[in-house]
């Protein structure tokens, strides 16, 4: 294995990282209607679990409430019953076509949690992006003990992984701060 190849994998495991971290946040609930939280909900449709993306339009009328139009009316009670046995905290109300959330505005102790879960998230994330670091080096390591790396070259290659390493946090710290914004504004 060369420096690329460890390089790449770094990379391929920070990616993962990153991309779990932006899937989670955007399951984060802040009063603004978003229908990524409904990304986890199934619906019994005809014996099968389906995800209600995969039998609904989404539509955003105003900036709390959440439109959804079934496209099987049938399945329209399955859908709304999905939703309320789910833990995403709101009722949906139906008007026999379109099923409609309404997302209310969270408390000021209510958007604290939801800040202090982010954070949560985002060393979680962190923690890994470290992790492939350290992976990375440990190889790094391993090539020179072997004698296929010099000295030299062992210290710029732990300069560039660094680099990456940190230009990564400062992404993580960059989206924690964007949802932390939207979550704590009125």
């Known amino acids: 294995m060369d420096y690329n190849e460890i390089k790449d994998t770094m990379k391929q495991d920070i990616d993962k990282a990153l991309n779990y971290l932006g899937n989670e946040l955007s399951y984060i609930r802040a009063g603004r209607a978003n229908q990524h939280i409904l990304d986890k909900v199934m619906v019994d449709y005809y014996g099968t679990p389906t995800p209600i993306n995969q039998m609904a339009n989404f539509s955003i009328p105003e900036a709390r409430t959440l439109c959804i139009s079934v496209w099987d009316q049938s399945a329209l009670k399955s859908v709304v019953k999905a939703i309320q046995e789910s833990d995403i905290g709101i009722n949906p109300t139906d008007d026999g076509k379109v099923i409609r ?4 505005q969270p408390s000021e102790e209510r958007r604290k949690e939801l800040v202090k879960q982010t954070k949560q998230l985002g060393e979680t994330t962190k923690v890994n992006i470290r992790n ?29 992984i660094q680099k990456i390493i940190d230009n990564n946090i400062a992404e993580v710290d960059r989206m924690l701060a964007d949802k932390e914004k939207e979550i704590m504004e009125i």
């Open 132 to 160: 492939a670091r350290r992976d990375a080096l440990e190889m790094l390591k391993t090539l020179k003990k072997n004698g296929e790396l010099s000295e030299d070259e062992l210290a710029d290659y732990e300069k560039d």
């Open 101 to 104: 959330l309404n997302f209310p």
